[in-house]
């Protein structure tokens, strides 16, 4: 296994999420990049007045990088993106102690076709990182039109009744973290928290790698 490591390690090194430079394995970017990165979150919030905490713009080298992590097969930006966002959590949520933390799922079939739910994969690495529990609690059981290709006004319908809790005992009477990838008019992740809030959880807040900031 510490052989396939090192041979991994030598072919395939950690890099830089945003220049690409070769980096140490538990860093979160190249020294350039990490004093280049924004002095403060975006505070906002999902439809319905959900709370969420955003690290980036969706702009730039933000962008590409989380562009690339999603559709460019970099599953391993995962991690890379949890440190980063870990500290904008710990102190825009200062006032909550979260039971679990959970992810916006996928249908299925684009699960299948991407590989994995960059989302989830997120959100598992926050959970090691702050220490909350990861618990699957939603499933996307109806196939929708993808939001990022539909003007804001048609967004909200479209992820109507798109999302239903696996258990309503995962969230009964907790504290719920969701994560996301982007957050743009904050309509998934709306639906999203609304379907957990319903199913009697205690509170239910979110955040994201990246917000968009004009629509």
Do not use: W
Not at 31 to 55: H, M, Q, W
Request: hydrophobic letters at 35%; proline letters at 4%; a positive charge.
């Amino acid at each position: 296994m510490k052989i396939a490591k090192l041979i991994r390690k030598f072919f395939f090194p950690a890099r830089c999420p945003f220049c690409k430079r070769v980096i140490k394995i538990n860093e979160q970017c190249c020294p350039d990049c990490k004093d280049k990165l924004p002095s403060t979150y975006i505070e906002n919030f999902a439809r319905g007045g959900y709370r969420c905490v955003s690290s980036f713009p969706y702009d730039g080298v933000y962008k590409s990088a989380i562009k690339g992590f999603k559709f460019n097969n970099k599953p391993r930006r995962s991690k890379q993106f949890a440190m980063l966002m870990e500290s904008d959590i710990r102190d825009y949520y200062r006032d909550i102690t979260f039971d679990i933390i959970t992810s916006v799922p996928l249908h299925r079939k684009r699960q299948r076709l991407r590989g994995y739910n960059q989302s989830q994969l997120i959100g598992k690495e926050l959970s090691a990182l702050l220490n909350i529990p990861y618990v699957e609690v939603l499933e996307k059981h109806k196939d929708n039109e993808i939001q990022h290709t539909l003007k804001a006004k048609y967004r909200i319908k479209n992820v109507k009744n798109a999302y239903r809790l696996i258990d309503r005992k995962l969230v009964k009477n907790k504290n719920v973290l969701v994560v996301d990838d982007i957050i743009t008019t904050g309509c998934t992740l709306g639906e999203c928290s609304k379907v957990i809030r319903n199913g009697g959880a205690k509170c239910v807040a979110c955040c994201t790698f990246c917000k968009v900031l004009y629509t």
